[in-house]
């Protein structure tokens, strides 16, 4: 049977100016590298702030394994890695590292002495006197130290020069392979989440909007292509689910979900994940995609047998 990391059942939160989350389903299978996208304001730190504990929806649930965030084996299964990334200025890395080590039973120091070192750190460097992208480092080796089961990463390598971005890519894919480890990762670059995902979840206005394995996702679009001299070809679009259309060059682009046979006199190709993302981003009325592993049913019971 299929083990569930992460499942959100009609999780919602109301802030003061209106909705920052609604009604949000999907689940997440155990082992899964999943790429968390949205416009700005979408609502990821949101839904990654009430897995991990540190806000409470104002409707439906978050379970983490089957417990809620909340509970003592969630904490210890989940990490999180926030954009702000907070860590006690005057502590001097080694001593974040035991600290590390005296809170987690899991705790792999070797791991997180290696992710350190790999970057030049000194062990006995103070934080305060670090630069933003070694203490983005730190905060890595202390999350990867803890060896959770659930990764929660919001916009983590903002500050990161590519090669460690890739480093820091890498030792998470490393514990995905080895480990199981499950890993959410939030970002606004595309490159990123390329090749590094499997698992896709994209939320806009606070809803989810895409939800399931990249590769399925990408088998229900085409991209669409034909000269744009004749508009009537717009026409021959009638039918199947457009997400958006393109014109460049006098050629007309459409990203669809084919409902039946695709028009004649149009190349057909499949999209890659920048140009489905890209697409999907800029469209607010095209129905939500989750595909079975991910899907919940709607009164709120998890489909039997989702798993696709
Ligand atoms: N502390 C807060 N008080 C009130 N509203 C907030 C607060 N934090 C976020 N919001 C609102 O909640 C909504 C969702 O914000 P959230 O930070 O979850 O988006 P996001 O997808 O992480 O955006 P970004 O990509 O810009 O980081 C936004 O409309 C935002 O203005």
Request: hydrophobic share 40%; net charge positive.
């Amino acid at each position: 049977m299929t083990e569930y990391a992460l499942e959100a059942v009609g999780c919602g939160l109301r802030r003061r100016r209106g909705w920052a989350l609604r009604d949000c389903s999907f689940r997440l299978p155990a082992g899964r590298v999943c790429a968390l996208v949205g416009p700005n304001g979408a609502g990821k730190t949101t839904f990654l702030s009430i897995a991990a504990d540190l806000l409470r929806p104002t409707t439906g649930t978050v379970r983490l394994f089957g417990e809620p965030p909340g509970g003592r084996e969630a904490r210890g299964w989940t990490a999180l890695l926030s954009q702000d990334k907070a860590l006690y200025k005057n502590f001097r890395v080694d001593e974040i590292l035991r600290m590390g080590r005296e809170l987690n039973p899991t705790w792999d120091q070797r791991r997180a002495e290696e992710i350190i070192l790999q970057g030049d750190v000194p062990l006995g460097a103070r934080i305060g006197t670090l630069s933003g992208g070694q203490r983005t480092r730190v905060a890595f080796a202390l999350a990867l130290g803890k060896r959770p089961r659930l990764m929660l990463l919001d916009e983590p390598m903002a500050d990161l020069d590519p090669l460690v971005r890739r480093q820091m890519t890498d030792a998470l894919l490393d514990d995905a392979r080895n480990h199981g480890t499950t890993v959410v990762m939030s970002s606004h670059v595309v490159a990123e989440l390329d090749g590094a995902c499997d698992y896709l979840v994209l939320i806009s206005n606070g809803t989810v909007r895409l939800a399931g394995e990249i590769d399925v996702i990408t088998d229900e679009h085409r991209l669409l292509t034909a000269p744009d001299q004749d508009r009537a070809r717009r026409q021959d679009l009638r039918g199947h689910v457009v997400v958006g259309t393109m014109t460049e060059r006098r050629r007309l682009t459409a990203l669809v979900r084919p409902r039946g046979p695709l028009p004649q006199g149009w190349q057909a190709g499949t999209p890659t994940l920048e140009e489905l993302l890209l697409t999907h981003l800029s469209s607010t009325d095209t129905p939500p995609l989750i595909t079975p592993s991910a899907r919940v049913s709607s009164d709120g019971v998890l489909s039997p047998g989702g798993a696709a």
